[in-house]
């Protein structure tokens, strides 16, 4: 039933916290009453520190803007959520929720006991199946949501995820487009990309977030995170490419040419989920793109993404039907407006119906929201049976015997009670010792997969090399890692043979042989061998031995294939600069039309094994 009281959406994002209050109109469309940000901070997007730090912002805005709406509809950001498109074949309705269970089991890479998930079919193609939108996320992540709002004394009516609560607010003020339309939503830590095509929507979560740029500038100019942070916003820029000149403010100068590397890497995702749209999803070109989140509006963000698509580009203006409170300055709304999709989707929650209505409460907080909202009646039943045990004790003076046997009796059950509380005190602080065990076991967990990102970067900068050498050059180039070494040592390092094979450590090691330099055992005064620092199991350097396609009937082509490389290693984020070169030299191979070098990379984060 549709009310005029206010409530809150807060969208808890890896960079920022975005808090808003609606109410329902006459019309029974949404009137904004008022909005806040809070910067979160590094801090914001580490699991360690992030549950105080949101909690910390949200008490912060929630006084600052003397807030007294109790009731909140809460999402969580792209970081900690999985979401998957899937295709169901036809089948009858009552097995529906059967087969997408199969499906969460096969696709959510954790334990269906740990998470909270749902979906919704969004639509059938033209061969009947079912287009399913898969939602998950761990249940430990929403339930410290709900500590947040009960902490800040609110309600927790639901939580959602950013990509739904982004294309409910596309589709609300935007239903009008039928042709292909992208959303492009640019977060800190990810980044979401969503297609819009006649009532049909697909979306994926990309690991690329403008914090990278921070850590990026933080790193060359040697600042503080929170300082760069605020030079990339009141300086920051986009550089145009080509031959225009460079700022002399030598902190724009970096933070542009780091950020187009952001915007180039973050394009090449958008460019390949457009053609996997296309190809696996059967969608259309898109006719234009829209931008949104906080770090859209660095200066030149459209023209970039206007130039590399070819397409027209405009901010995503999730207020466009929204009724705006006449207090609200207008002129402070709209340079924000581009950042408050997810709280406008969120609100529309409230409304009839949305296109998306996902719902990540855990069972453990759906019952104690209901206890909440059962115990003012619960009280009330309890003063009322003392009430009347009191009245009966003054009116039947004579019933006092038997009054206090049903007093010792009332002791009596609630005595197993208390019993039962200290059990759950009890309880409740060993869950919150196992929570920060998982929360260590987690981080251990996190590492497994770094791997993964390394080989992903990896293929990225070659494709990246491949192009940019393939257009200097005017021909196609081929490159490709042929040999893959890593050093379970901090210390030492593969290196090329004079062959340009490849020496690996393992090898030495395998022979009884120390790694690294293989020097000398050192003594001590006493002529005694000193002891050998313990090896580790961190991988901070790693060697590859590279080969591509020989261009030596183009003047110097196979050194610019391999510097590219070197450059292009130097220059990512992953890689340390001074210490990423090339090793060994080029060896032609003409049996194969091939040539070969060696690659030497050191990483800024070990790999642990």
Not at 137 to 148: H, M, N, P, S, T
Not at 293 to 311: D, H, R, W
Not at 393 to 404: I, S
Not at 420 to 444: E, P, V, Y
Request: aromatic content about 8%.
């Amino acid at each position: 039933m549709l009310n005029s009281k206010s409530f809150l959406t807060v969208d808890f994002g890896a960079g920022s916290l975005k808090l808003a209050e609606f109410e329902l109109n006459e019309a029974g469309g949404l009137r904004l009453k008022q909005y806040a940000f809070k910067s979160l901070g590094s801090e914001g997007a580490q699991e360690a520190t992030r549950e105080a730090t949101i909690q910390k912002a949200l008490q912060d805005l929630i006084t600052e803007k003397a807030i007294r709406s109790k009731n909140v509809n809460v999402c969580a950001p792209g970081f900690q959520v999985f979401s998957k498109f899937v295709k169901l074949p036809p089948v009858d309705t009552s097995k529906v929720t059967q087969i997408i269970q199969y499906e969460a089991q096969q696709n959510v890479p954790f334990p269906l006991a740990e998470v909270v998930w749902d979906y919704q079919i969004l639509g059938s193609t033209p061969t009947g199946e079912l287009e399913v939108l898969l939602v998950a996320i761990k249940a430990d992540i929403v339930e410290g949501l709900f500590r947040v709002a009960e902490s800040a004394g609110l309600h927790l009516q639901l939580a959602d995820v950013s990509p739904a609560a982004l294309c409910n607010a596309f589709r609300y003020n935007y239903g009008d487009l039928e042709d292909c339309t992208m959303l492009l939503d640019i977060g800190a830590k990810t980044s979401n990309l969503l297609f819009f095509e006649k009532g049909k929507v697909y979306s994926r979560s990309i690991n690329l977030g403008a914090n990278s740029i921070t850590q990026d500038f933080a790193n060359e100019s040697k600042l503080p995170f929170p300082e760069a942070e605020q030079k990339k916003i009141s300086e920051g820029f986009v550089s145009l490419g080509g031959a225009y000149e460079e700022p002399e403010n030598a902190h724009q100068a970096a933070i542009s040419k780091i950020a187009r590397q952001f915007m180039t890497r973050l394009h090449i995702q958008v460019n390949q989920t457009m053609q996997f749209y296309r190809g696996q999803q059967g969608g259309s070109a898109p006719q234009r793109l829209f931008l949104s989140g906080g770090a859209s509006i660095m200066p030149y963000t459209a023209q970039f993404f206007a130039e590399k698509l070819n397409v027209p580009v405009e901010y995503f203006n999730p207020l466009r039907n929204v009724q705006i409170d006449p207090a609200i300055n207008l002129e402070e709304l709209a340079r924000v407006a581009h950042s408050l999709g997810e709280v406008v989707g969120l609100g529309l929650r409230n409304l009839a119906h949305c296109p998306v209505e996902l719902n990540l409460m855990p069972e453990s907080t759906l019952n104690w929201v209901q206890f909440n909202q059962k115990k003012p009646y619960l009280i009330a039943t309890i003063f009322s049976l003392v009430a009347v045990i009191f009245a009966s004790g003054l009116l039947f003076d004579k019933l006092a015997t038997v009054n206090q046997d049903e007093l010792d009796k009332l002791k009596a059950d609630i005595q197993p009670l208390q019993n039962r509380a200290t059990a759950f005190n009890k309880a409740h602080g060993d869950l919150k010792n196992s929570q920060k065990d998982a929360q260590q076991i987690a981080s251990w967990i996190e590492d497994r997969y770094y791997w993964g990102d390394v080989m992903t970067e990896l293929h990225n900068v070659l494709l990246q090399v491949e192009s940019e050498t393939g257009n200097s050059l005017h021909t196609s180039t081929g490159v490709w890692i042929e040999r893959f070494i890593s050093d379970p040592t901090a210390d030492s390092q593969a290196t090329l043979n004079p062959n340009g094979g490849m020496m690996d450590p393992m090898m030495n090691m395998n022979r009884g042989q120390p790694t690294g330099d293989p020097a000398t055992v050192q003594l001590g005064p006493d002529g005694q061998p000193l002891p050998v620092k313990p090896a580790t199991n961190d991988v901070g350097v790693v060697t590859l031995q590279c080969r591509a396609v020989n261009l030596t009937g183009t003047a110097s082509a196979n050194t610019d294939i391999a510097y590219a490389l070197e450059r292009a290693l130097k220059e990512d984020a992953m890689f340390s600069k001074d210490e990423t070169h090339l090793a060994g030299n080029i060896n032609v191979d003409e049996t194969t039309g091939t040539f070969t070098f060696g690659m030497t990379l050191k990483l800024k984060k070990p790999i642990k094994l």
